[in-house]
Structure formats: structure tokens, C-alpha cells
């Protein structure tokens, strides 16, 4: 497929980027570029495809997707934003990045996503997330991880354990901060049984 993107005319493809707006820092460093082959091999080739089928475009464009989906981020941008449903031909790219493995199940599949879930339990915040807004649920296999940050820690305790979460205290008051956040709005609403606004 680069083949088809190296006999692209790169004037033509960064007139249409003006037209479509395109970033003046992000034109500047494509028009420093003398050929098709040196986008091709940049670092953010992969994110101006994305932008060119996304902005320009309008629609898949095949062509790109194999530099699309070297990347994580703008893999599951373009599935989300181009190709509006599920990609698995890049699935193993994103399944690389926590983040992207949450953004990819909660925005493109809609369900939860066995197959990266040791990739996404890697990371408290991503973990976090994907408890309160892809599996709806505690998520014990990923606890550990979760209370080893004090701020995931309190939000996990408060929006998906919905209760005091003794095992993370200790983690959570090395961090006065959320500390007060978890004493006011899990420990004293527990006890209370009211709820707060913040």
C-alpha cells in the first residue's frame, strides 16, 4: 500500500491540507519535506493519514492505513473517526498502549475487551476508567494496580466500589490531598449515607 502513497504528488496533498485547514506548525514541517518518502518515514506520518482521510478525505482511505496503524493513538482515532467501527487489523497495535486499549472498548467496540485487558491493567488511571465506564463494575483482577496510585485509588473507592476501600487507605493517605477528598466524600457519605455534588 505505501507504494500507492509514494507516486502521491506531495504539493497536491498539502494544497488540500491548506484548504482543509491543516495546522500552519504541522504544514510547515511537510513543506520542509522534499518527497513522498520522507512523510512516509517521519515520526508523525501516521497522524497526518489520520488527519488527511479524517479531514480531507472524509473517509477510509486504504491506502494509509497500513502507516495509520503503527501507531496506537491514531489507529484508534481512525477507527473511531473514520471508519466508525471496530479495526482488527490494528487491534495489535493498540492493544500496546493502556490508554488506547480503554479509548478503543469504551468508543469503538462499546463492550469490554478480554483480549487487552493485561495490557490496560497496567496502569491505574486506564484501569480506573475502564471499571467505571467499560465494565461498569469493581474489577478485582486490577485492584492491585489501581490502589498503587493514591488519586485512582479515591475515585475507584468513590465511583465503582461506591463504599471505603480498606485496602487502599494506606496508598491513599500518603496523599493529604485526596485523602481529605476520600475521608469527605467516601468515608463520611458511607457512614452518613448521604451523597455529595463534588
Known sequence: ?????????????????????ACDDELEVLN???????????EKAPYWAYWYAHNVLKRPWPEAESIIKTNPEW???????????????????????PEWVY???CDVLKRPWPEAESIIKTNPRWAYCYA??????PW??????????????YWYAR???????????DVIETDPYWFRFYNRHVLEVHNTGETTND
Open 159 to 169: 465511583d465503582v466500589l461506591k463504599r471505603p476501600w480498606p485496602e487502599a487507605e
Open 75 to 97: 489507529a484508534y482515532s481512525y477507527a473511531c473517526d473514520v471508519l466508525k467501527r471496530p479495526w482488527p487489523e490494528a487491534e495489535s497495535v493498540i492493544k500496546t498502549n
Open 32 to 42: 520542509s519535506l522534499s518527497t513522498m518518502d520522507d512523510v512516509l518515514k517521519h
Open 103 to 105: 479509548w478503543y472498548a
Open 1 to 21: 500500500m505505501t507504494d500507492k502513497l509514494r507516486e502521491l504528488d506531495l504539493k497536491d496533498l498539502i494544497t488540500k491540507a491548506v484548504a482543509a485547514d
Open 132 to 137: 467505571r465506564d467499560v465494565l461498569k463494575r
Open 140 to 153: 478485582p483482577e486490577a485492584e492491585s494496580v489501581i490502589k498503587t496510585e493514591p488519586q485512582w485509588a
